[in-house]
């Protein structure tokens, strides 16, 4: 079997040295096979690598595939959808179409994911990686041609092509633009395990920002709060503090609401806030929020492209894409420090 290429079911049968339709009805339990057939046909299946092809197995026709799957974390957040319709857009001129899935953001989910639409053989992988998951069971499929991206954060496992914002540099921009309005006690809402790039690399830029302005760094005003509601009950536990902070940092768009929720009900229109990633209806807010924006459609555009140059025959070796960010001034990031 040539190095280049993913195998098939001929190969599975060449391997062991039976037709095809005995390793269908192997694979596919219809029909009588002894058991020492099955052990060698399943031996080779793992030795090859072989994923059976569903939906050829289903329609019963030939031909290539014409599906990309993408595995998200959140289906409800808007920045992967952003990402994913960018991607559709992309591809759409080329035939394929997406197929996508969430993993909420649990390892186990994705590989499932990852495991069926492989079963599909999918012409482009594309994967949101969780925390904690192992991609080095991909290296076999992306060494037989299979164009896999990464997007928003790197895998692990696997070199790869990968598609990520400029996390570090936007929060350290935006940390800096609330310095820049004389805040010195800046909170920090958001995920703070640090077994997440996207988490490390923000939490890494508003360090580098106070250090820059000659900032201590003060884990007080350091909160863990992954969805909506955490936010809102960590920016209460900060302004409850004896020195609390006149500022506040965002470190993801839902954690965002969270602190919106909180100000609003609280009645403070004292803090100043600065969030990582655009929510919507940000403009009509009052004040309306101040955001460093990702650019998801440049984001999917970048890994669709990437994708459909591997798909092309681009053998080059794995490259990462940085997308730049964007501060976007609107109010709330400019409230003097009190």
Known sequence: ????????????????????????????????????????????????????????????????DTTIGLVIPDLGNPFFGAVARSIEDTVRDRGLTLLMGSSADDPDRERALTDKFLARRVSILMVVPS???????LRKHRAAGLPVVFIDRPGAGLSTDS??????????????HLIAHGHRRIGF????????????????????????????????LLTNAHDQQEAAAATAQLLALGDPPTALFAGNNIVALGIITELVRG?????????????????ALEPALTVVAQDADEIGRAAAT?????????????????VPTRLIVRGSG????R
């Open 306 to 322: 990437t994708a459909l140059a591997r798909l092309d025959g681009d053998r080059s070796r794995a490259r990462t894409v940085t």
């Open 267 to 283: 009645k403070r229109k004292d803090v100043a806030v600065v969030a990582f990633d655009d929510v919507p209806l940000a403009e």
């Open 1 to 64: 079997m040539a190095a280049n290429r993913r195998p098939t079911l001929a190969d599975v049968a060449r391997e062991v040295g039976v037709s095809a339709k005995t390793v269908s009805r192997v694979l596919n339990e219809d029909g009588p096979a002894s058991a020492r057939t099955r052990e060698q046909v399943l031996a080779a299946v793992a030795k090859l690598g072989f994923q059976p092809n569903l939906m050829a197995r289903n329609i019963r026709v030939g031909g290539p």
């Open 189 to 220: 809402v958001g995920d703070l395990p640090v077994n997440l790039y996207t988490r490390r690399e923000r939490l890494a830029g508003y360090r580098e920002a106070l250090q820059e302005a000659g900032l201590p760094y003060d884990r007080a």
């Open 334 to 337: 400019e409230r003097p420090a």
């Open 131 to 137: 925390v904690g998951a192992d991609h080095s069971a």
């Open 163 to 176: 598609v990520v914002s400029s996390n570090r540099a936007g929060s350290r921009e935006g940390v800096a």
